[in-house]
Antibody
């Protein structure tokens, strides 16, 4: 059974940096593109970023472009999200998600439990 | 970007009610739509994919329909465990989510 476990969320000041990690197990990690989705407190789901299975292609939503970097280590079955120049509006629970198949866009299952990033002074 | 609009934003219902949530896409997405249920403090859970396919383990009272730009999620007989927030997701062009529909106790 596929499982995703995020870590790295914390309280950080505006302008600061943080790196999130997502440890994957139960499936062939290197065969799947991977994604990050976030949810601000009391708000809906927002798609953030994606990376191809080989790590060469990436996608970012406009609001994080130039500030966030997605990467992966297929030897360690781990997905990362490096966040810099953080803004208060980046405060959210960040979910690591696996697409159903190796297609770039698909339905997401499973989701990790999420990790909370709080940007505040 | 494909904009996904859910209605209503909040729905008040009682146990046993038939509940219908609508999701409209700003352009045709064929059948490339999924539905998720989310409870407070938890990650979303997949209910329906490809507009009408029921995810394994999801109760049969949940069903999905539609194609093109209009989709519905129906709960045939609302159960206590179904009070939650529901989201649609299109994955035809990149991916976007609806704003959510909260099903609350009437």
């Amino acid at each position: 059974e596929a499982q995703l476990v995020e870590s790295g969320g914390d309280l950080v000041q505006p302008g600061g940096s943080l790196r999130l990690s997502c440890s994957a197990s139960g499936f062939t990690f290197s065969s799947y593109p991977m994604h990050w989705v976030r949810q601000a407190p009391g708000k809906g789901l927002e798609y953030v970023s994606a990376i191809s299975s080989n790590g060469i292609s990436t996608y970012y939503v406009d609001s994080v472009k130039g500030r966030f970097t997605i990467s992966r280590d297929n030897s360690q079955n781990t997905l990362y999200l490096q966040m810099s120049s953080l803004k208060t509006e980046d405060t959210a629970v960040y979910y690591c998600v696996k697409p159903h198949s190796s297609s770039w866009y698909n339905w997401f299952d499973p989701w990790g439990q999420g990790t909370l990033v709080t940007v505040s002074s | 970007d494909v904009l996904m609009t859910q209605s209503p934003s909040t729905l008040s219902a009682s146990v046993g009610d038939r509940v219908t949530i609508t999701c409209r896409a700003s352009q045709s997405i064929s059948i490339w739509l999924a539905w998720y249920q989310q409870k407070p403090g938890k990650a979303p859970n997949l209910l329906i994919y490809k507009a009408s396919s029921l995810q394994s383990g999801v109760p049969s009272r949940f069903s999905g329909s539609g194609s093109g730009t209009e989709f519905t999620l129906t709960i045939s007989s609302l159960q206590p465990d179904d009070f939650a927030t529901y989201y649609c997701q299109q994955y035809n062009t990149y991916t976007t989510f609806g704003q959510g529909t909260k099903v609350e106790v009437k």
